[in-house]
């Protein structure tokens, strides 16, 4: 059974520039959140995802925005990055009717120079 | 004030130890309590999961809620090197028929040394 898997595990980019992210989640799971977990800091909630549609969101600025798409996979893009977006950036899956067990991915480190 | 307070150490302790780590919240509207484990580098585990007030025991791992206190602790018994990591605490308010989203501490960091 695949655990949440997240891809690139690495990425290099530059001020102003665009970047996406992808995520599968945990197999039979149809929730999918993005955390955002700067050196030395614990998670902070960007949004989530449930049925293709954005449900909750953090106090992140709309440069960050989403999608989920009908196999429950998600993808987070960042437009016009900052030096302050290097980070590790989680997808965490879960099941809505299960409640709150939620599982995460190794995460993508994104620096930006 | 943040909504979840933790140490965030280091902690140092020699194998064979018990090891108690705490976080402290502010938002009484937190009904489920949730400690991960983070290798360098890695994505968060999930180690335990508690719903409200109570203990809940799995193996060497204890985690403890009192609300009345709004304090939670992870106790883990017999330290080994392989428990050196970050530990976070995460809660949530209550499940209303949706995932809701986590509010974590800032993560301990915990040697366990040979």
């Known amino acids: 059974d695949a655990g949440v898997t997240q891809s690139p595990t690495h990425l290099i980019k530059t001020r102003g520039q665009q970047v996406t992210l992808r995520c599968s989640p945990k197999?039979?799971?149809?929730?999918v959140s993005w955390y955002q977990q700067a050196l030395g800091q614990g998670p902070q909630f960007i949004f989530q995802?449930?049925?293709?549609?954005?449900?909750q969101r953090g106090n992140f600025p709309d440069r960050f925005s989403g999608h989920q798409f009908p196999n429950y996979s998600s993808e987070l893009n960042v437009n016009a990055l900052l030096l302050g977006d290097s980070a590790l950036y989680l997808c965490a899956s879960s099941l809505s009717s299960s409640g709150n067990t939620i599982y995460f991915g190794e995460g993508s480190w994104l620096t930006v120079v | 004030q943040k909504e979840v307070e933790q140490d965030p150490g280091p902690l140092s302790v020699p194998e064979g130890a018990i090891v108690s780590l705490n976080c402290t919240y502010s938002?009484?509207?937190?009904?489920?309590f949730m400690w991960y484990r983070q290798y360098s580098r890695k994505g968060p585990e999930l180690l335990m999961y508690t719903y409200s007030s109570g203990n809940k025991e799995d193996g060497r791992f204890t985690a403890q809620v009192d609300k009345s206190s709004k304090y939670i602790s992870l106790f883990i018994r017999d330290s080994q090197p392989s428990d050196s990591a970050t530990y976070l605490c995460a809660m949530s308010p209550l499940y209303g028929g949706a995932t809701n989203k986590l509010i974590f501490g800032t993560g301990t960091l915990l040697a366990v040394q040979p």
């Open positions: 197999s039979g799971h149809d929730t």
């Open positions: 995802y449930y049925e293709e549609e954005e449900r």
């Open positions: 938002n009484s509207a937190f009904q489920y």
